[in-house]
């Protein structure tokens, strides 16, 4: 039987481009770095675990990491194999960085010869692909682009602990692409997961029942349930994003419907909607559960080993048998029992107390200072609380005309002000129960309803569209403002729409 050639050629295009992503590793192989002492640093394992460093910082969602951030952690592990300081990990770490990512900011290509179609075809891959930065520092942050993560795929299955956040990943990457009938495929395949790991904190919550027989095997469970709620945690951040995603990708698209392709599309992103609705809510009850894994299941395994250590004590073989039997000494023996004896109880009266202060009353007195108190008048409450209302709206006139056009003012600037024209307020209680009230609800969203409430419910529609939050903070001096009042000077904040405090 003979071999057909088409058969033998087929998809020979997309072998050679799934093989090319192994080729900045061989470049790395190939390199002939030195350390300090003159030996060969094995470039190619660095730069494997370069790729590994970019994985498990994208399943933490630590986005900030770059040239100094890997050297660190080359430097940290290192434990003196290869003879390099901080600074010679930061100049390796940059060559393997521009090797999967060159310092032009071109995808990495290559060249090839075709044999399906016979022509000369160029494919372009990239593994790391620049992620944010920071510009004051001249800092840039990197990712694993979508060819370094199936690289990293291509090395181990991951079928255990991070299947649903690759699955997280691939998702995204499918819905950037339009892929949208591989991405139900996804969410079927996160479903699994989630059902899997459900199972999985099922027997988790049997073993925690059966087999914590000591404080040794209840620490292995606690730090496994904590790692699972951290888990669970990062995973749910991810599906809100996700679920944004489709949500915005679903309203886009709503106005974008010009033929059948475009309804088939929108029908399938609701579908998908829907489906990763069905699964987030799966996943947030698994994380409610380890929630309560984690405080009930743990804390009855605790108690469980407490009573268990009661139940195996035996007090006349441990105690009684020993003090009898064995001849100790008197002070050995005090030593033994004292854990078992109640604590001594000394009751004296000095005759000195009678020389303490007495209180003399009457009994009218008595009944009349120590009575229940009666209940303010709600008449009396609220006349007082729109008097101070009116008296706060009073002030922040008073410091708005202070403030002029300028956002920031401290307290002893708005007293020196207020000594010209309002020197009366400073002589009452009123307005240091402003700034101390004030200072307590700082910071104040203006556009908030519920800040339009209390004793400041005047004095903050003054502000309304015009700023948008107030803050008080303190200062260090303290400002003595007459014999009565004194109070700590603070910097009053107004933050304008647009602008930053």
Known sequence: ????????????????????????????????????????VDCFSLGFITLLFFFENM????????????????????????????????????????????????????????????????????????????TKSNIQYYALDEEGLELIFATKEYFSEFQLSINQLLLRKQLEKGEFAGALRQIDEMRLSVEN????????????????????????????????????????????????????????????????????AYELIIKIDRELDRVHSEHRNLLRESIILKTTALEA????????????????????????????????????????????VNESWSPIS?????????????EEGYGFHQPVDEAVLNEYIEVTRHNFKKIMAVVLEALG?????????????????????LDERVFYDFWLILHQRSPILIDDEDNHSGLHKDAIKLLVDRYKSIKVVEANKILEISNRFKIKNMILKLEEYGNGI
């Open 59 to 134: 399943i933490i969602r630590n986005k900030e990491t770059g040239v100094n951030e890997l050297a660190e952690f080359f430097y940290e592990m290192n434990h003196g194999r290869i003879d390099l300081d901080i600074e010679g990990f930061r100049k390796l770490a940059r060559k393997i960085i521009d090797t999967f990512r060159p310092p032009s900011g071109e995808r990495n290509s290559k060249t090839f010869y075709n044999w399906e179609n016979g022509q000369e075809e160029t494919i372009y891959y990239s593994i790391l692909k620049a992620s944010r930065s920071d």
């Open 301 to 344: 395994a605790q108690e469980s080993l407490y009573f268990m250590g009661i139940e195996s004590f035996n007090f006349k073989q441990e105690i009684t048998k020993k003090l009898i039997s064995t001849p100790l000494p008197l002070m050995t023996s005090r030593q033994l029992i004292k854990p078992f004896m109640f604590l001594e």
């Open 354 to 366: 009678i020389f303490d202060e007495q209180r003399v009353e009457c009994e009218e007195e008595v």
């Open 405 to 425: 056009e300028k956002n920031e003012i401290t307290l002893d600037e708005i007293i020196d002000y207020m000594k010209l024209d309002h020197k009366d307020i």
């Open 197 to 264: 790991l459900r199972d999985r904190m099922i027997k988790i919550e049997q073993d925690i029942n059966r087999n914590i027989v000591s404080e040794k095997t209840y620490k292995r469970y606690s730090e496994l349930i904590e790692d699972i709620n951290l888990r669970l945690t990062r995973e749910n951040e991810e599906f809100e994003e996700l679920e944004s995603f489709v949500k915005d990708t679903k309203d886009t698209m709503e106005y974008e419907i010009r033929d059948e392709k475009d309804r088939r």
């Open 1 to 40: 039987m003979k071999v057909e050639t088409s058969a033998v050629l087929e998809n020979y295009g997309e072998r050679i481009a799934r093989l090319s992503i192994y080729e900045p590793l061989l470049a790395l192989q190939r390199k002939q770095e030195k350390d300090n002492s003159g030996n060969l």
